[in-house]
């Protein structure tokens, strides 16, 4: 990747964006939706401090394997993994009627999920956001892992 910090800005901007809609969809009583975009939120901002990292190539939509991988940078994310995990929930149990047994999300999902699903993007966005503002360009073009 040439430009890592712009592109990560742009991966930052979109969670932003995403994590804006969170509490409309909440209130609008979506909350299988709002489950969902909450993990999409995190994935987007995890994705973006990895590519202020240097990364390049990140295939996982997984919360806890993103996490991981931002360990290599800032061990806090051992952590952080640890209080947003459940998000990993949210990728295709919030989305396909399918996913769970005799239940589809549009009914399994509740307000109180919602709401915790938020705070965990709220907790992943606000670490990254936190991190990308306070590190300076890397030389070469990569951080090196702590």
């Given at each position: 990747m040439k430009q890592p910090?712009?592109?990560?800005?742009?991966w930052l901007q979109q969670a932003q964006s995403d994590f804006a809609f969170l509490?409309?969809?909440?209130?609008a009583g979506?909350?299988?939706?709002?489950?969902f975009l909450a993990q999409q939120t995190a994935e987007k901002a995890l994705k973006a401090y990895l590519?202020?990292?240097g990364e390049e190539l990140l295939f996982t939509h997984a919360i806890f394997r993103l996490c991981e991988l931002a360990t290599r940078y800032d061990p806090a994310f051992v952590e952080i993994r640890e209080q947003v995990k459940l998000l990993d929930f949210y990728y295709v149990e919030a989305r396909?009627?399918?996913?769970m047994e005799d239940v589809i999300p549009a009914v399994f999902y509740s307000n109180k999920?919602?709401?915790q699903a938020i705070e965990m993007a709220r907790i992943v966005i606000e670490a990254v956001q936190a991190r990308i503002e306070t590190q300076e360009?890397?030389?070469?073009?990569r951080n090196e892992p702590q």
């Open positions: 910090k712009q592109e990560a800005q742009r509490d409309v969809a909440r209130q979506k909350y299988d939706i709002c489950c590519f202020h990292q396909y009627p399918n996913a999920d919602a709401e360009e890397p030389e070469g073009g």
